[in-house]
């Protein structure tokens, strides 16, 4: 037999690998996979696709044929912004952006090297939520074990906490946090090709794909069902934003918070990222929830398990956070150190678990396809170098 | 002794059961509700897959049926009601005053081109016009004129000239008709009739493409239905066969047809309307032979050319006229405001990325809905109309109603020779019953039952 031959049998797909593949993406949440009969009005009907040299056909084959090395190396899916116009035009009710969602999360899972996003993704929402409160309990008793003295002697938020001494804990959980994400997001980026082939430089690359990016979304606002499913989006964003630029002087120079007038931008900030992150997380967890024929079908599509946890996940962040700061306000010691206490076991289960392995890595994915889709010349109007 | 066999619908389905059970001597009433027979397969110009014409091969049926003494037609005429069982149906008719007598209407024409009233002809799909007294087609069997009640100046006058005139109005066709046939006082009658068994052929009407709104079709003047377009190739057509454009009159230099509008759609039809793969290819070349230095492109999820020779006649459409295939479901068409050109949106699946693709006409392969069968007949229909048969695999011309057959797309889709097979298959059914050589026992059954 010669080293072709050997090779060639190597990669043959069996039937029973399919079909295993199939159980797999079908529990993943992909139910109507093969309802799919390949006539490309996805594609056609897509925004993404004006910009974009993609097929979304064509990864949706990829699944239905089983070929699991192509899909792990299609960066398509994750160009895919969900605006829901191929679920409206499909002829076989196939609904393509849930196939995508269900795609990417296939894909996560062997973009992962830990295994523990195959668990996460696998997973009950009653399996996942135990293990976000068993993180977080864990943290607190950890910062309860080793700040308790430190604790109870202060009321104001700053001295409340020395934050001086959170930053060993908090550099060591967010490294952890990085170098999961960060090694994962490599492991994604050698996976759909990146580096090879690139026909865009990098500038040109960085600046068409912002501006289509741009011009897509802004497009996407001027429809009003589109619109306040961006701007939960947007509120997330900024509320999440808002909240990691304000941790920031609280870790890197904690004798801030008595000065004047930060202390007073920090805590009207604090209010605004908790109140911003609640609205734009709340908004959806209600229209999930709700059984009013009136919502749009985009919140009844979008249950599978992993976009509960992160929803629930990011909502107690937000939540424990106001209460926090209103109960520090009103001078209630004991409340505030178990929130604050509750609060930070919160994050740090956030960091560990949703932003490597949950949902919450879609943001490096997204950005890494965008980037390497641009270097690559498959966006439209781009001019080669 | 032998008894009647009533078929309803005089299309290529319902003539061919009417010949079939004449030949052997059956007495058959045809209806139809318009004023000719001849149905859908008299609007289309060519057939696939031999390009042959349509009314050349159907016009010696239409004549042959009236030359029968045992076939009884009943035009312009709807059925009411039906009642009794297998061997003795009870079938009251109402027959829509014509106006004019066919005893003495020798079909001249003289009343269409006197008079004033233009009306859309639907024979034409509306693309043309005719008159308030109009003979539907110059192949028309029976040629006889019929006056159009709800559109003549006469018979329904306009409010502000019936006001004004003291007399009555207009009669324009009563004093050209050379043989004084013409009657304005003309009232429906009911026929009853008793039949042994009866054959549905009520055939088929188009989706109305109104309802898929991307495709613009009735806001956008050059997007036209299949059956439009082989109106417009049609020599008996409102253009005389020559493909014009509605906006502007011109030959079209690019044509794209547009396969399965409404039909395998979970949206609209789930089901295939079976031929419309085979009319557009037929359409392509009629375009191609009507103006050779046409464009003509194809865009289609599957080709379905099943039939003998349809797989032959896409390759010839192919290699011979240069007709384009694209794989790929057309998802939207924008008019240019200025040209009126079309620009069709699609994914070309053999490069899998989306394409934009500007057209001067589009014509839309509209999925096939029967026609709305009588509701006095208490059918089992399915989700869409269909009439639902006994027995989809051994007894595939049967309803569910003993003694009541179907043929053609009055139940589920289907082409030309195909219609003309559950015909005769149906015809066959039914002769057995009106000559009382089956059923005897179920018909006395039911008989002592009844009584």
């Known amino acids: 037999m010669t080293s072709s031959q050997t090779k060639s049998m190597q990669k043959r797909i069996t039937i029973t690998q399919v079909s295993e593949f199939l159980e797999e993406i079908i529990s993943l949440g992909g139910e109507e996979l093969l309802e799919c009969y390949q006539c490309g009005s996805c594609t056609a009907i897509c925004p993404i696709t004006e910009e974009f040299n993609v097929s979304f056909r064509k990864t949706i084959k990829y699944a239905q044929f089983g ?16 605006h829901g116009d191929c679920v409206e035009s499909c002829p076989r009710d196939a609904k393509p952006s849930k196939i995508l969602a269900t795609i990417r999360r296939y894909q996560s899972i062997y973009y992962d090297w830990t295994g523990v996003s ?21 943290s607190a008793l950890g910062l309860f074990v080793l700040y308790k003295p430190v604790l109870m002697n202060y009321i104001s938020m700053g001295k409340f906490i020395n934050m001086s001494e959170l930053i060993i804990p908090g550099i060591l959980i967010f490294a952890i946090s990085s170098i999961l994400l960060l090694s994962n997001a490599y492991r994604m980026y050698k996976f759909i090709g990146g580096g090879k082939d690139y026909k865009v430089g990098f500038f040109t690359a960085i600046k068409s794909i912002l501006r289509t990016w741009l011009g897509t979304e802004k497009e996407a606002m001027k429809i009003p069902e589109k619109r306040s499913r961006i701007l939960e989006h947007i509120l997330i964003f900024i509320g999440l934003g808002l909240f990691i630029i304000l941790s920031l002087p609280a870790i890197i120079y904690p004798s801030i918070y008595s000065i004047y007038p930060f202390n007073y931008i920090l805590k009207v900030g604090r209010y605004v990222a908790a109140i911003t992150l609640l609205i734009g997380v709340g908004s959806p967890i209600i229209k999930r929830i709700s059984r009013s024929p009136n919502i749009h079908w985009y919140y009844k599509m979008f249950r599978h398990s992993t976009d509960w946890a992160s929803l629930i996940t990011v909502f107690s962040i937000a939540l424990t956070g106001l209460l926090l700061n209103i109960f520090n306000d009103l001078n209630m010691v004991i409340a505030s150190y178990i929130t604050y206490v509750i609060h930070l076991g919160l994050v740090f289960s956030f960091l560990l678990l949703e932003v490597p392995f949950g949902k919450h890595n879609h943001w490096i994915y997204r950005a890494i396809a965008n980037y390497v889709s641009a270097r690559k010349g498959i966006l439209r109007g781009v001019t080669h170098d | 002794m032998t008894k009647p066999v009533l078929v309803i619908g005089g299309g ?25 027979i001849g149905g859908r397969m008299a609007q289309l110009d060519k057939t696939f897959p031999t390009l042959d ?18 076939i009884k037609l009943l035009m312009y005429s709807e059925v009411q009601e039906v009642k009794g069982h297998v061997g003795n149906f009870t079938v009251k008719v109402l027959k829509k005053p014509t106006y004019v007598d066919w005893d003495k209407c020798t079909g001249c024409g003289a009343c269409m081109e006197k008079c004033p009233k233009k009306v859309p002809d639907e024979y034409n799909m509306n693309l043309g016009e005719r008159k308030a007294i109009y003979i539907m087609f110059p192949q028309a069997v029976p040629r006889k004129a019929v006056i159009d009640a709800e559109n003549c100046l006469r018979l329904n006058p306009p409010p502000e000239i019936k006001e004004k005139a003291k007399g009555p109005i207009c009669g324009v066709c009563s004093k050209v008709c050379p043989t004084g046939a013409i009657n304005y006082d003309m009232k429906p009658e009911i026929v009853e009739l ?64 547009i396969q399965c509008v409404g039909s395998r759609d979970i949206r609209f039809n789930h089901y295939c309307s079976t031929f419309c793969c085979m009319a557009a290819t037929k359409q392509a070349i009629l375009a191609k032979e009507h103006i050779p230095d046409v464009e003509c492109t194809i865009y289609y999820m ?60 589009v014509v839309l392969a509209v999925a096939v809905r029967p026609n709305r069968v009588t509701p006095t007949i208490p059918l089992e229909l399915d ?41 005769g298959a149906a015809a066959a059914k039914a002769a057995l019953i009106a000559k009382g050589l089956i059923a005897s026992a179920t018909v006395k059954q039911s008989d002592e039952s009844s009584t």
């Not at chain 2, 290529?12 to 000719?36: F, K, M, N």
């Not at chain 2, 014409?53 to 045992?70: D, E, F, G, H, Q």
């Not at chain 2, 869409?384 to 051994?394: C, Q, R």
């Not at chain 2, 569910?400 to 015909?423: H, L, N, Q, Y």
């Open chain 2, 302 to 361: 599957d080709i379905r050319a099943f039939g003998k020779g349809f797989n032959e006649f896409v390759e010839r459409a192919k290699k011979e006229f240069g007709i384009k295939y694209v794989r790929g479901k057309v998802v939207s068409i924008e008019e240019d405001p200025e040209t009126k050109n079309l620009i069709i949106k699609y994914e070309d699946t053999s490069v899998s990325y989306m394409k934009k693709e500007e057209f001067d006409m």
């Open chain 2, 383 to 423: 989700e869409y109309g269909f009439v639902k048969l006994k027995d989809p695999y051994l007894d595939p011309v049967s309803t569910t109603i003993d003694g009541v057959f179907v043929a053609g797309i009055a139940a589920g889709a289907k082409d030309i020779p195909d219609s003309v097979i559950e015909a």
């Open chain 1, 118 to 138: 195959r668990w996460w993704n696998f997973s009950s929402l009653k399996k996942k939520l135990a293990l976000i409160i068993f993180v977080t309990l864990l």
């Open chain 1, 67 to 82: 070929l699991r090395e192509r899909l792990l190396g299609d960066l398509t899916p994750w160009l895919c912004n969900v």
């Open chain 2, 194 to 257: 008793n039949v042994a068994a009866i054959i549905v052929a009520t055939g088929a009407e188009l989706y109305d493409a109104r309802n898929i709104p991307e495709y613009g079709y009735g806001k956008f003047q050059n997007v036209y239905t299949h059956l439009e377009f082989e109106r417009l190739v049609s020599s008996t057509g409102p253009t005389k066969g020559e493909i014009v454009r509605r906006s502007d009159g011109k030959h079209p230099k690019r044509i794209a047809w």
């Open chain 2, 12 to 36: 290529i389905a319902g003539i061919q059961a009417a010949l079939d059970l004449a030949e052997q001597g059956i007495e058959v009433y045809l209806v139809d509700r318009a004023p000719s």
């Open chain 2, 53 to 70: 014409c349509a009314s050349c091969i159907l016009t010696p049926k239409m004549a042959a049926v009236p030359r029968y003494p045992n």
